[in-house]
């Protein structure tokens, strides 16, 4: 019961303070174009209570998922959903005419006013996303401890630049394009700064240690398509990020190493015989043995505790960004890390950066939906998100909180800007659809459209929330 009130509690207070900034951004750019704000609502009708305060009733309404800013002159369906007044009246409301000749209304004003104020409420929920990961940045920015030690490969991806080169796991590198002893960061900025100073391939000269020779090697470096940033695994390398063996830190009911007995506090010793030093370097396994059986020796927690060893098949699942994946269905310890305090600037810096990179998971999602690449029985809503931050709440990770809210915060403004009626995306596309051909789109044809596109977002809301709880463990146990 504790957990469900926690996860509860903890979804409504990050999609309220969501559609809080999301409505906000609504009503400043409505008041600073002199629109009339006639209400300002947390939650979806009834209304519960709340204060009027010149034009405006700033309210609390019955429904927590979502929120509403009412300004004078809208009147279609999704945009106008007839809220309570201050003392529990229904307005009734002015007609078109009488709206139109009102200065203040929204649809006296300029079309680019209008796009001002539609695109306002996205714009504040990425101010609010970059404004999270800096404020995190600023009092705990973690640091890896391998980033800062001598470059030692854990595995080398088949195939890859770095195979092709002849690296190999075990080796270590004491020169990588004139420098000596490199760490894994030293590594990095190199290979960055190859790329992207010259723009296309380019050959860097290593040096690797190797059961006590050095081997001298020359590593190709690829092309980096454009807005895209470096990673090494991109290159194959993937190195050693801890001293000892990967040890699991939770195991999903249900999947392969479920089924095989593997437990928390256990430590991979081997996996065919390899011994790896990170969970990247386990997953990179995994895809090029492309599903085999894995032959895996554990050492389990516990004083009195002696090894084993199991054989787990693999299976594959749809990741939003990688498609189809192989997986075993564990998670490992986090490796070794030291916590800095970045100064505004660099603060700033690391916040966009974690930003862009966050920013096109909706869109990759949506286009494998749309291509039937993506089974739709992944998404979640509500319910998956309540899952997310009461784990979070209940293991007191508050980075993992703060990473969670601005994600949903940046997909928030992205999926908003999308041109589907109802959104403030759809809102803008027929502003600029008006603008193209210098009249007003008929009024009778705009309410159709947003009907249409009401009734299908009220139907999506509903599968995603029956998706949501057909994943609750208590609904998969009452299944045959």
């Given amino acids: 019961m504790l957990t469900f009130l926690s996860a509860l509690i903890s979804v409504l207070v990050v999609l309220g303070i969501m559609v809080l900034v999301h409505e906000f951004g609504h009503f400043v750019a409505a ?87 539609g695109v306002a409420g996205p714009t504040a929920n990425f101010a609010l996303a970059l404004a999270l990961m800096t404020g995190f940045y600023m009092f705990h920015h973690e640091v890896f401890l391998f980033e800062d030690q001598p470059a030692t490969l854990d595995w080398v991806i088949p195939g890859s630049d770095a195979d092709q080169a002849g690296l190999q796991p075990g ?31 380019h050959h860097v000269p290593l040096v690797v240690e190797r059961n006590g020779q050095q081997v001298p090697l020359t590593l190709q470096l690829p092309e980096l398509p454009k807005g895209k940033e470096f990673v090494l695994d991109k290159i194959g390398l993937l190195p050693v990020v801890q001293p000892t063996p990967v040890k699991v830190d939770t195991v999903t009911s249900g999947t392969p190493a479920y089924r095989a007995g593997v437990k928390p506090g256990d430590q991979f010793l081997s ?10 370097s386990i997953v990179a396994y995994l895809q090029s043995r492309n599903g085999a059986p894995l032959t895996i020796q554990l050492s389990h927690a516990g004083p009195n505790a002696t090894p084993s060893t199991v054989v787990v098949h693999p299976f594959q699942i749809q990741d939003p960004k ?25 603060a700033v810096a690391e916040s966009a950066k974690f930003n862009r990179e966050n920013s096109l998971d909706i869109l ?13 029985d992944t998404l979640s809503g509500p ?7 009461g784990q979070a709440l209940s293991t007191q990770n508050w980075g993992g909180m703060v990473q969670l809210m601005t994600v949903i915060s940046l997909n928030l403004g992205i999926l908003n ?29 705009k309410e159709r459209v947003y009907q249409v596109a009401f ?13 949501d709880i057909s994943k609750l463990g208590w609904f998969t146990q009452a299944k045959p």
């Fill in 31 to 117: 008041k600073l174009c002199d629109v009339r704000v006639e209400q300002f609502s947390i939650g979806f009708p009834p209304r519960l209570f709340g204060k009027k305060i010149g034009d405006t009733d700033y309210c609390i309404s019955a429904i927590p998922l979502g929120g509403y800013v009412k300004m004078t002159g809208e009147t279609l369906p999704g945009e106008n959903l007839s809220l309570t007044g201050p003392n529990g009246e229904t307005p009734v409301g002015e007609t078109i005419a009488a709206q139109a000749a009102d200065p203040r209304a929204l649809t006296s004003k300029p079309r680019w006013q209008r796009m001002i104020i």
């Fill in 171 to 201: 080796d270590r590198i004491v020169s990588f394009d004139s420098r000596q002893n490199p760490t894994w960061e030293d590594v990095y900025k190199a290979s960055a700064e190859n790329i992207q100073l010259l723009g296309h391939d």
């Fill in 271 to 280: 996996i065919d015989g390899h011994v790896f030093h990170g969970t990247e």
């Fill in 322 to 346: 990688q498609g189809l994946v192989w997986r075993i269905g564990f998670s490992g310890t986090p490796p070794p890390s030291r916590i800095e305090q970045l100064p505004l600037g660099e």
């Fill in 364 to 376: 990759v999602v949506l286009q494998r939906l749309v291509t039937h690449k993506m089974s739709v």
């Fill in 383 to 389: 319910i998956g998100i309540a899952s997310q931050t």
């Fill in 417 to 445: 800007l999308l041109p589907f009626p109802i959104l403030d995306g759809g809102m803008i596309l027929f502003l600029l659809i008006e603008s193209v051909i210098r009249r007003d789109i008929n009024i009778a044809i």
């Fill in 455 to 467: 009734v299908m977002i009220i139907v999506f809301f509903a599968f995603i929330m029956f998706n």
